[in-house]
């Protein structure tokens, strides 16, 4: 299936939000503090540096940085793929800053370049997605991304009335939180007998995949009544797919996180479901731990963080809408 006219509105948007992001953290200078940083600089790499999960998550960590009155720069991968994060973690073991937050974007394959950073006295901080190498960060936060899984569950069996096909549509095998959220996801499931659960789907991260995907199975399963998307990128891809098959708001989605699109579709009732996780807090968290490392302090060696089921009904209420990410600092 080509690009659409709306996939390309929102790569031009995404490009603008990461452009914005980069001026922001190129204009702020590490600052002054008052909580003992001294010269010490930290260096975050993100997954993907347009997304505004990772934005919201840099915004947060680069204003907390300030006010530790620690140095800060940040980079994300221009896409989901270890061939183009890898390059950017290698330039960090030459930098050598006291402190790395990385959210790596596979589980076992830039191990040895984050070994290698943290042998060299680097201390390593995993935000958001983690590695299966124990030995890797003194500190990994991020969302219980299980329980994430089983309350899209929940939520969207009670969209679907609990009968009926439902399946789960995600970027790739072996990214931690994903992986994580359909665990989590198909062990919930399992309580609705009424409900069966086709075999997962997975996009590469690419919209317009997800959207001949939800159209397959579609075509496959007529009795399709709900979809969870992994991740924005997916959800985005499986909206279009629904509204091109005449299906949006006939098959529910439950999709993670609240990105500015995301929380439209949800206005829209195109999306029936958010799940949204807390990246300004991973991000200022996660400074918080570093800078307790450098100054000698305990640091907490896993620290999860809040997540929200967003509807129609509650999007407007404050202690909501708080989660809402943003597309630019």
């Not at 970027?171 to 075999?199: H, L, N």
């Not at 995301?262 to 968290?285: F, H, M, R, S, W």
Request: aromatic residues 4%; contains cysteine.
């Amino acid at each position: 299936m080509g690009t659409t006219a709306r996939d390309n509105t929102r790569a031009l948007l995404a490009l603008g939000a990461a452009a914005a992001l980069a001026l922001t953290l190129s204009s702020c200078s590490s600052g002054s503090g008052s909580s003992g940083g001294g010269s010490k600089s930290i260096t975050l790499i993100t997954g993907v540096k347009s997304d505004p999960f990772y934005i919201t998550m840099t915004c947060a960590a680069q204003a907390e940085a300030k006010a530790k009155g620690v140095g800060f720069t940040a980079d994300g991968s221009a896409q989901w793929d270890v061939s183009v994060q890898r390059p950017l973690i290698d330039s960090v073991a030459a930098a050598k800053p006291a402190g790395l937050l990385v959210s790596p974007v596979d589980t076992t394959a830039l191990t040895p370049s984050l070994k290698q950073i943290q042998n060299a006295g680097t201390k390593v901080a995993l935000v958001d997605t983690s590695v299966t190498d124990p030995s890797i960060g003194i500190t990994r936060i991020s969302s219980d991304n299980v329980k994430g899984g089983q309350v899209a569950a929940d939520a969207l069996a009670k969209q679907m009335g609990e009968k009926g096909s439902v399946i789960v549509i995600s970027v790739k095998p072996g990214v931690s939180t994903t992986d994580d959220r359909i665990k989590g996801f198909t062990q919930e499931m399992a309580k609705y007998p009424g409900i069966s659960v086709i075999p997962t789907l997975y996009d590469n991260d690419l919209p317009a995949t997800a959207a001949s995907q939800i159209q397959s199975t579609l075509a496959a399963h007529p009795d399709l009544g709900g979809v969870f998307a992994g991740n924005t990128n997916t959800a985005q891809g499986i909206a279009t797919g629904l509204k091109q098959a005449g299906k949006q708001g006939t098959v529910k989605v439950v999709a993670f996180d609240a990105e500015p699109d995301e929380v439209t579709a949800l206005k829209a009732n195109t999306i029936q479901v958010l799940v949204a996780q807390d990246p300004a807090a991973i991000g200022t968290q996660a400074v918080d731990q570093l800078v307790d490392s450098f100054n000698g302090k305990p640091v907490t060696a896993s620290i999860g963080t809040t997540m929200v089921a967003i509807t129609q009904q509650n999007m407007n209420d404050p202690a909501v809408s708080k989660y809402f990410y943003k597309a630019a600092c």
